[in-house]
C-alpha cells in the first residue's frame, strides 16, 4: 500500500443515498466494505463525517436558529452518522471505535490523538466525530485538523465527484478534471475544495488532499494502492 494512514472525509449527505437525508443503509454498507478492504490490505484508516443528512447548523441560521446552537446541533448529528457507520464496520469484519471531540461518555470515547493512533495501529477503524468541538468551524477543518495530528500520510476526501474540475461537471459538460494540483495553482483559480480554514491547515502543514469518487467501486482500494488515475491529487 503506498498509504499506510489515511483520514477519510465523508459528506453526510453522502450516507444519505439519491435523496442526501437520513441514513441509507445500502449506502452505509457499501462504504463500510470499501474501508473494511482496505484496513484489511494494511491502511490504517481515520474517519471523519459530516451531518448535513441529519442537520447542518448553518443553514438555521436566519430560521429563528442561534448560530453557536445550531452548530452544537450539527455537531451531534456526526456523531450519530459516525456510530451508525462504525457499526456497519464492525458487520465487515473490521473493528472501529467513535471518539468524540467533546466529552459524551458512554456514546463514544473523548478523543485523544495518542489513543486513536494506537487504536488505528491495532487495527481498528477510529471515527472521529462533533467535529473540532466549536462553532464556527466546519468538518472540512476538522477533517484537515484530525489529519495533522493523527499524522496521515493525506487527507482523501470522497465525494460524488471523481476529482476536481476547471468547472463544476454537473453544470458545464466542457468542464476537464485535473489530475494533480499544487495548492497554490487552487487559489489562483478560487478552485474551492475545502473551506479556507482547511485548505489553510493542509497547506501549511504539507498535508497531501486527493478528492475522489467514494461512489464508484473500488475506488478506495485503488488510490490507497497508489492508482494516481483515481481522483485529483493536491500537494505542495
Known sequence: MKYKRIL???SGESLGGP?????DEKVMAAYAAEIAAVVKAGTQVGIVIGGGNIFRGLSGVGK??????GDQMGMLATVINSIGLSMAIKSAGVEAEVFTSTP???VARYYNSTEAVKKMEEGAVVLIAGGTGNPFFTTD???ALRACEIGADALLKGTRVDGIYTADPEKDPAATKYDRLSFDKCLADGLKIMDSTAFAL???NNMK????DMNRQDNLSRLVSGDESVGTIVEK
Not at 435523496?19 to 441514513?23: A, L, Q
Not at 488532499?209 to 475522489?212: P, Q, S
Open 8 to 10: 477519510l472525509k465523508l
Open 19 to 23: 435523496d442526501g437525508k437520513g441514513i
Open 64 to 69: 429563528g436558529f442561534d448560530r453557536v446552537r
Open 104 to 106: 459524551m461518555m458512554p
Open 141 to 143: 477543518s476538522a477533517s
Open 202 to 204: 493542509c497547506r501549511d
Open 209 to 212: 488532499i486527493i478528492v475522489f
